[in-house]
């Protein structure tokens, strides 16, 4: 069961640039995810909230409360990081526009049901990134430790969740050859749309940091941290792919291993607000 946590990480904002360990480009990949979270986890909130009354089930009721409220927790702390880069001098602002405006429309034109298939993709492309965040130490780990911890805590909650919406459509659409039609054309436009997407918010962001702009090689050395070394985007391909099994169910990936390091960050963001309190 997923566990609402109202925290706060109190990022140093002179640091929005260049807070990843592997300079500014990949602190920037990271930051084009942040710019979607606010508005796109909310979208996901609005998705699964539709069907909400149609679920009996008491504890996936409420688990779907958890899961909103962690969403919204996210969205509020991602909101944080992305004010940053408007301080920085960074589209952060205009580029977030976008998203609220993108995820408005797919609100008004989508039917409810590929608002929900869109999500649980979503939700799915998450949790393997997620995964591979927490799986190797080197993703976020050498990171400036405060944007580090708030990218661990969400992929700790993302895991916490990754079933919830999943479980939400499974209970409302059932198991029918239309349904599993639906939800496979979903990741694969999901994915068609996001990384492209996530890809030019990266070049905007690069683009008008002037720091960026003189980092030597900064794009291959984004693409050789995606994709070979550590690799997260690679890792995670396997589990794109069991997606489109007919019985996929996200804890088939069974990481839950990981959700013991909950504890210990806790215990770090307690002792960073007691140190700043001293
Ligand atoms: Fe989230
Ligand atoms: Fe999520």
Redesign the pocket.
């Known amino acids: 069961m997923p566990t609402r946590r109202d925290l706060h990480f109190s990022l140093p904002a002179a640091r929005v640039g260049d807070w990843h360990d592997q300079g500014r480009h990949v602190s920037h990949f990271f930051n084009a995810l942040s710019l979607f979270f606010p508005d796109g ?1 909310r979208f ?1 909130i609005h998705a699964v909230r539709h069907y909400r009354a149609q679920i009996a089930e008491p504890q996936l009721q409420q688990a779907v409360t958890a ?1 909103i409220g ?2 919204a927790m ?1 969205g509020r702390e991602h909101t944080e990081c992305n004010a940053m880069l408007d301080e920085a001098g960074l589209p952060g602002a205009r580029l977030q526009r976008f998203v609220f405006r993108f995820t408005e429309f797919m609100k008004r034109v989508l039917p409810k049901s590929s608002q929900l298939s869109v999500t649980i993709a ?2 799915h492309l ?2 393997i990134m997620a995964n591979s965040l927490l799986q190797d130490s080197r993703v976020v780990g050498e990171a400036e430790p405060h944007f580090a911890r708030l990218w661990r805590w969400h992929a700790l ?2 895991t916490e ?2 079933a ?2 999943y479980d939400v459509w499974a209970t409302v659409m059932g198991r029918n050859p239309l349904r599993y039609l639906q939800r496979c054309i979903g990741l694969i436009t999901a994915s068609l749309v996001f990384w492209p997407l996530v890809t030019i918010f990266m070049w905007q962001l690069t683009r008008a940091d002037a720091g960026a702009r003189a980092e030597r090689g900064g794009w291959r050395r984004t693409l050789r941290f995606l994709f070979v070394n550590p690799g997260p985007l690679r890792r995670a391909t396997g589990e794109w792919f069991d997606y489109f099994k007919p019985g996929f169910h996200p804890w088939q990936h069974d990481n839950r291993e990981y959700l013991g390091g909950i504890e210990p960050l806790l215990r770090d963001l307690d002792a960073g607000a007691l140190a700043r309190a001293a």
């Open positions: 986890e996901f899961f962690q969403e996210h979503l939700e998450t949790a909650e993302e969740h990754k919830v919406a």
